[in-house]
């Protein structure tokens, strides 16, 4: 019986065959490597895509930052999606990724946003030290751009500053925000919640502002806001002076004098503030009060009452009066729960 000869294939066949495997090899094992994460730092990283910026420029600033393996991936990347649109901004790199899912991200602008704190009842100078602590804005640019009125000139021509309008919320800021972009996006807030309370068409809003700035530094409570409001609309009423606290350490603050508490040389500060020296409204608002502030000063409680004080219990209430001598009993009571307390 004859053996049946095995089939050879000539050489010039097989070289080309095994390059065309290790190509076909070499570029699953590239497509491959677009979808496997990489971390090439510790903790987290940060990359700040800059308008205008050239793709090969921001590949090099992931590689340098060890967010991307290197730059032909994402190179590579780009040439399979030519039409995408990459988005400025700072992007935040906290765990490893692929070259895909990090253009996909930089396509959908997934930007790192700072937030920023302002609790009711925060003056400038509060706000400021927040902004501060960010550590890409700068607390003195802030406190000048706040004192620039011109972002609330038509709904408040007699606005001194842009305290009261610097609406207290949390904000999201990039890296590149500027303090004035800061302050135009506090105040559209403001005025997104004062129509939201839709105030009489002929209110004073710089007079309602103010009010309502003494109403959140006075109390914490929400439900004694309105008997506040309406303690200092009744002194107004009468010429009183108003007597305000919160308008002394203002004016201490606006002096650069204040010291922690009140002393007697701050209720005799000619300061245009002081409410002890000066009857009427201070010159505006001493802080940025919340809605509920808002709210009291708009509609204040229909009382008689021209005193208040802290109640004795330290609960945070106060005790209202309409007359001195029962304000001066109760200013009593106050002052011996608190040698009960020492």
């Not at 109403?215 to 305000?244: F, H």
Request: proline share 6%; with cysteine; glycine share 6%.
């Amino acid at each position: 019986m004859s053996r049946r000869r095995r089939r050879r294939w000539p050489l010039r066949f097989a070289v080309p065959a095994l390059l065309l495997l290790l190509l076909v090899l070499a570029a699953g094992a590239a497509v491959r490597s677009l979808f496997t994460p990489f971390q090439g730092f510790s903790g987290e990283a940060f990359v700040e895509i800059a308008k205008g910026i050239s793709v090969r420029a921001i590949a090099d600033e992931l590689v340098q930052n060890g967010a991307a393996r290197s730059r032909w991936q994402f190179l590579a990347v780009r040439l399979l999606r030519p039409s995408a649109r990459l988005q400025a901004g700072e992007y935040r790199f906290a765990h490893p990724d692929s070259a895909w899912n990090i253009f996909d991200r930089i396509v959908r602008g997934d930007v790192f946003y700072y937030e920023l704190t302002v609790p009711e009842g925060s003056n400038m100078f509060d706000i400021a030290a927040v902004v501060d602590r960010l550590g890409f804005l700068n607390s003195e640019d802030f406190l000048r751009a706040a004192r620039a009125p011109a972002l609330v000139r038509d709904i408040a021509p007699a606005a001194p500053t842009l305290e009261g309008y610097l609406f207290p919320s949390t904000y999201r800021v990039t890296r590149s925000a500027t303090v004035r972009q800061l302050c135009r996006m506090m105040t559209e807030e403001f005025r997104r919640q004062w129509h939201a309370l839709d105030p009489p068409a002929e209110i004073d809003v710089h007079r309602a502002v103010t009010m309502a700035s003494m109403v959140e530094k006075e109390t914490a409570v929400e439900a004694e806001r309105p008997a506040v409001a309406s303690v200092y609309y009744n002194r107004l009423d009468r010429g009183m002076a108003l007597d305000c606290d919160p308008t002394t350490i203002y004016a201490a603050l606006l002096d650069g004098r204040y010291r922690g508490t009140i002393y007697r040389s701050d209720l005799a500060n000619r300061n245009p503030y002081n409410t002890y020296v000066h009857t009427g409204l201070p010159p505006g608002p001493i802080a940025n009060p919340g809605a509920a502030s808002l709210r009291a000063a708009l509609h204040p409680a229909s009382t008689y009452y021209l005193y208040f004080v802290a109640r004795p219990d330290g609960s945070g209430l106060h005790q209202f009066s309409a007359d001195l001598a029962a304000h001066n009993r109760a200013v009593e009571q106050y002052r011996q729960g608190e040698r009960h307390r020492r």
